[in-house]
């Protein structure tokens, strides 16, 4: 099936690997962060995490926070920040 301008019409095939590739896409490049991180010390010391850690450390009590740490997001609430 095609539209005007010659394009492919919308299936749900095609939507489902265009998903499928993007999520293949993250996965794969949040392994290859991490293995890194493990393997290569020159790699894990240019990381910021030291100073993420820091600023952590320095937010106030009963206070939302949302980080990126490690290539994974970290949520945390603390018991009258809900």
């Given amino acids: ?6 394009q492919a019409a ?3 095939n095609s939507h489902r690997t265009n998903l499928l590739k993007e999520l293949h896409f993250m ?3 949040k392994l290859k962060h ?6 290569y010390p020159e ?3 240019n990381y910021p995490i030291k100073k993420e850690v820091e ?11 949302s980080k990126n740490l490690l290539g994974s997001k ?3 609430v603390d018991s009258l920040s809900s």
């Fill in 1 to 6: 099936m095609q539209h005007e301008a010659g």
């Fill in 10 to 12: 919308w299936s749900p």
């Fill in 27 to 29: 996965i794969l490049s």
């Fill in 34 to 39: 991490q293995a890194k991180l493990a393997l």
């Fill in 43 to 45: 790699y894990r010391s």
């Fill in 55 to 65: 600023r952590i450390q320095k937010i106030f009590r009963y206070t939302r926070l």
């Fill in 74 to 76: 970290l949520e945390l």
